[in-house]
C-alpha cells in the first residue's frame, strides 16, 4: 500500500513528519475519500533534503524544476508570490501516487498524535491543528473537513 511505503521510506530517511489533509481525516474516523498524501515537516533545511531523497527512491519526482534547497531558501517568497502552499511530488508512470509537502506549517508547532493501521502506526495531526490548519484555509472541502472532525470531538 502506498500510504505505508510512504510512512516507512520517511521513517528511514529520519525525517520528522505527520500526516495531514484527508489521509489524517480518515485515520482520525470522518468518512473521506482522497488522493494525495499531505505531510508536514519542520521547516529545517536538512528536512527537507531528507524528505526529497525519501521520496525520490520510491520514484517520486517534483512537479516543479526546484529541490530542496530552493523550496526551502525561497519558501516565503513562493508562499507570498506564488500562491505555493506544497510542494509537491508525484509518481511519473502513476499519477494517483502524489505527496504534498505542506510548507505552510512546521511539524514542530503541530499537535500530533499516533494511529495504528495494522502493524503501521502512522504519526498524523490532531483533530485541533488538522481544524485550524483547515480553517486558515476555508475551500469547500475544508470546511467539510472540518464538520466532521467536530463531531467527532
Request: glycine share 6%.
Amino acid at each position: 500500500m502506498f500510504i505505508e511505503e510512504i510512512v516507512q521510506a520517511l521513517r528511514k530517511a529520519r525525517v520528522r513528519f505527520g500526516l495531514a489533509g484527508g489521509y489524517a481525516v480518515a485515520l482520525h474516523g470522518a468518512v473521506r475519500g482522497t488522493v494525495d498524501i499531505n505531510i508536514v515537516i519542520p521547516l529545517e533545511k536538512k528536512q527537507f533534503r531528507a524528505a526529497q531523497k525519501a521520496l525520490s527512491q520510491l520514484g517520486l519526482v517534483s512537479r516543479l524544476p526546484v529541490d530542496a534547497d530552493q523550496v526551502f531558501d525561497f519558501r516565503e517568497e513562493y508562499i507570498a508570490n506564488r500562491n505555493l502552499l506544497a510542494w509537491d511530488f508525484c509518481h511519473p508512470q502513476d499519477p494517483s501516487k502524489r505527496v504534498d509537502i505542506l510548507i505552510t506549517h512546521d511539524i514542530r508547532e503541530q499537535e500530533v498524535t499516533r494511529i495504528r493501521a495494522g502493524e503501521l502506526v502512522i504519526p498524523i495531526l490532531g483533530i485541533h491543528s488538522l481544524i485550524a490548519m483547515k480553517k486558515a484555509a476555508g475551500r469547500p472541502q475544508d470546511l467539510e473537513d472540518i464538520r466532521a472532525l467536530g463531531s467527532l470531538q
